[in-house]
Nanobody, 129 residues
Framework: EVQLQASGGGLVETGGSLRLSCAFS????????LAWFRQAPGKEREPVSC????????YYGDSVKGRFTISSDNAKNMVYLQMTDPKPGDTAVYYC??????????????????????WGKGTLVTVSS
């Protein structure tokens, strides 16, 4: 059974830092891609970052490039999202998700929520100005 659990959210000040963690189980990350999405109140869910161990590709949304870093620790079955210099616009519920097993696990090109078949419960990040 595939399971994902995001954690690490909380209140952070603008210019601070925060690290989100995603613990996953039930599949080998070598053959999957994992992504972070976020959804702010009244807005659609948007991709934040994606990492694929299958082809080594990494994706960042334009709004977080240069500020957020995604990484993985396959031995611990963890994926992380390091948020540096967060801004109030980053306030949202953050979700981790894994690629559908019948798709090629890549983070090249556009990232669509519909390509991800397994989702964890979100973790709330609030950035104060």
């Amino acid at each position: 059974e595939v399971q994902l659990q995001a954690s690490g959210g909380g209140l952070v000040e603008t210019g601070g830092s925060l690290r989100l963690s995603c613990a996953f189980s039930g599949f080998s990350f070598d053959f999957y891609a994992l992504a972070w999405f976020r959804q702010a109140p009244g807005k659609e869910r948007e991709p934040v970052s994606c990492i694929s161990r299958s082809d080594g590709s990494i994706y960042y949304g334009d709004s977080v490039k240069g500020r957020f870093t995604i990484s993985s620790d396959n031995a611990k079955n963890m994926v992380y999202l390091q948020m540096t210099d967060p801004k109030p616009g980053d306030t949202a519920v953050y979700y981790c998700a894994s690629y559908k097993p019948d798709l090629v696990p890549t983070c090249v090109g556009n990232i669509y929520a519909s390509d991800f078949g397994f989702w964890g419960k979100g973790t709330l990040v609030t950035v104060s100005s």
